[in-house]
């Protein structure tokens, strides 16, 4: 039942983009993005729900596909403060899970 | 105003040994969530508190494992003659309503060693 990321690391330059899938066996009605740095607690990115529209947070956004119980998270102009471990995360029933987490780094 | 609160936010302990986790979350929020990180690896879903419901304690590891939360506030989670296996990072986490739609706010987590 956790929903599987792709890729499952990425190197970037600076100012370069990125996208960051997050697929799941079950029907979604709702997206949690959140990142992750080393030894520190996930951080909040945003939440995308069924019907709603596609949520931005300055240069990252992200989509959510119903009908393919997708979700993509994009990082444009990517700065150094984005690398950290990007993880999506969805509640299915009474359980919320976390994918399996796409590590990304930012070089200058 | 004051985020998530977690201790101990180290422990150490010998195999065998039961060892109790708090965690408060931030004030008036009805959701609460523990999840277990290991090291490198990912969030695993332990169990998730929302209001004054029975929670769905399926996502426990095992039955060593128990979780309370008491006047819909603090919340402490059990684990009963550890395994070395338990060590890792236990962290808390609590949103202002129901999980769909809102944001969790994690706590700084409890390391758990053990020996």
């Known amino acids: 039942q956790q929903p599987v990321q792709s890729p499952q690391a990425v190197i970037l330059r600076e100012g370069e983009d990125a996208v960051i899938n997050c697929s799941s066996s079950?029907?979604?009605?709702?997206v949690h993005w959140y990142r992750q740095k080393h030894g520190e607690a996930p951080v909040f990115l945003m939440i995308?729900?069924?019907?709603?529209e596609q949520k931005g947070h300055e240069k990252i956004s992200a989509s959510f596909n119903e009908k393919k119980q997708q979700s993509s998270l994009y990082l444009t102009a990517s700065q150094l403060s984005y690398s950290g471990t990007y993880f999506c995360?969805?509640?299915?029933?009474?359980?919320?899970?976390f994918g399996t987490g796409t590590s990304l780094t930012v070089i200058p | 105003g004051a985020g998530v609160s977690q201790s101990p936010s180290n422990k150490v302990t010998e195999k065998g040994k039961d060892v109790e986790l708090r965690c408060d979350p931030i004030s008036g929020h009805t959701a609460l969530y523990w999840y277990r990180q290991s090291l490198g690896q990912g969030l695993e879903f332990l169990i998730y508190f929302q209001g004054n419901s029975a929670p769905d304690k399926s996502g426990l590891p095992s039955d060593r494992f128990s979780a309370e939360r008491t006047g819909g506030s603090v919340s402490t989670l059990t684990i009963q003659r550890t395994q070395q296996e338990d060590s890792a990072v236990y962290l808390c986490a609590s949103s202002p309503g129901g999980a769909n739609g809102d944001t969790q706010y994690f706590g700084p987590g409890t390391r758990l060693t053990v020996l």
């Open positions: 995360g969805i509640l299915t029933g009474n359980q919320f899970y």
């Open positions: 079950k029907a979604l009605y709702s």
């Open positions: 995308l729900l069924k019907g709603g």
